[in-house]
């Protein structure tokens, strides 16, 4: 990260902390709380945990998630046809700005321009590259899901070695990702299992119920023998009978509709530990198809990138071809921010651009050239 990138800070639990910060010249942004933070020359994760660790000394319990939200724009000067302002796009390299301006200028222009051709062919190679870095990361961060592990990225030799930054920005976008599901599905774990327990309590609190009213029925039921026997005997009223007869009819009543519930208890128990047992494999098959799918956009990408290999080699040929006619020469210099001090220093022309570069153009002529000019 540079002077002029603008970075997007997400912290979950609290939305007051979130937002948009552009970086200043100094290299730092203003952020609540932590005043200014040093960002620049850092990796996105580590002011990701520098910014994080700095708000849990104030508040507890929050997530933070750090990424470059646009970058500051790119300049190309001197000997090109349209010199301006450009925006700048991560793994760009100083010949693809200067396709960008237009190539050298038409008084200049010789031959096919073979260069800048072979430049938009690397571009397009390491664009391709950046698309099979997502999803490898992707698939990492799936593939994790589906084993119930740790979400951990190490870069493939096979992808190359993409800018950094751009490494970072779409690992932290993984991982906020893989969090959040993470924490979704325990959350969701979580309320069926507080469901389960109210079931099992519920249960448990019935049944015991149950057993207090077959106690009460006992009683009762001989509570209406003795009345029927003193009612023979003429030693009681029938009305005694009758009351006591209308109390066992009604305790009767309360077993059923307690019944009722306990099985209504159960059955509901049941679905929940249905759920329970099945929503872990559900997530799995879910990851399972979109992993599966994955990887097939992986193999296209890796044969379009195979293509793309093939077509700077014919290129690279085509500029061979052109013998012995004489190449315009260029020197390439960048104009960026070392230090807090605007310093000018040489690239090559397919040496990385970084955010914020004032790219130079000029002609490196030899003796002849100069004596024709």
């Known amino acids: 990260m540079a002077s002029g990138d603008v970075l997007r800070i997400t912290v979950y639990g609290d939305p007051g902390l979130s937002g948009s910060f552009p970086i200043g010249a100094d290299g730092t942004i203003g952020y609540p709380l932590l005043g200014n933070v040093a960002v620049s ?46 925006e700048f796009r991560p793994g760009m390299i100083a010949l693809e700005l200067f396709a960008l301006g237009g190539g050298q200028k038409e008084v200049l222009a010789q031959g096919d321009n073979a260069g800048v051709r072979l430049a938009g062919l690397r571009q397009d190679y390491v664009d ?13 961060r799936l593939e994790a899901e589906l084993n119930g592990q740790p979400f951990t990225y190490r870069p493939s ?14 690992v932290e976008a993984e991982r906020t990702l893989f ?15 507080q469901q389960r327990a109210g079931y099992v309590d519920e249960i448990d609190t019935l049944e015991k119920s149950g ?11 001989e509570d209406v023998k003795l009345a029927q026997s003193m009612v023979a005997r003429g030693l009681t009223s029938k009305t005694q009978l009758r009351d006591k007869q209308r109390e066992i009819s009604a305790t009767n009543r309360d077993v059923l509709e307690f019944g009722s519930f306990l099985a209504r208890a159960r059955q509901n128990l049941t679905v929940i530990e249905s759920r329970l047992g099945s929503l872990r494999e559900q997530r799995r098959g879910e ?13 296209r990408l890796r044969r379009k990138m195979t293509y793309s290999l093939q077509a700077m080699a014919e290129a690279g040929i085509a500029i061979e071809r052109k013998g ?11 104009v960026r921010l070392v230090d807090g001090k605007y310093r000018e220093v040489p690239v090559g022309q397919t040496d990385p651009v970084r955010a ?13 050239d100069v004596a024709e000019r």
């Not at 391709?128 to 990492?140: E, H, P, S």
Request: no cysteine; charged share 30%; aromatic share 4%.
């Open 211 to 221: 057993k207090l009213r077959n106690g009460e029925l006992t009683l009762l039921d």
């Open 157 to 170: 030799e096979e992808i190359g070695t993409p800018d950094p930054r751009i490494v970072d920005q779409i």
């Open 41 to 86: 020359g850092r990796p996105v994760e580590e002011v990701r945990q520098a910014i994080d660790a700095g708000l849990k000394e104030h508040i507890a319990n929050l997530s933070v998630s750090v990424v470059v939200e646009t970058y500051a724009p790119v300049f190309v000067v001197g000997e090109v046809q349209r010199p301006g302002r450009y």
């Open 287 to 299: 990851v399972a198809a979109e992993l599966r799918d994955l990887n097939i956009d992986i193999l």
């Open 128 to 140: 391709l590259g950046a698309q099979l870095l997502g999803q490898d990361v992707k698939r990492v």
């Open 179 to 193: 969090e959040l599901r993470r924490t979704t599905l325990d959350a969701e774990l979580k309320s069926l299992e």
């Open 356 to 368: 914020g570069d004032i790219l130079r153009v000029s002609l490196a002529l030899d003796t002849g």
């Open 324 to 334: 012995g006619a004489r190449q315009t020469a260029f020197r390439f210099s960048a």
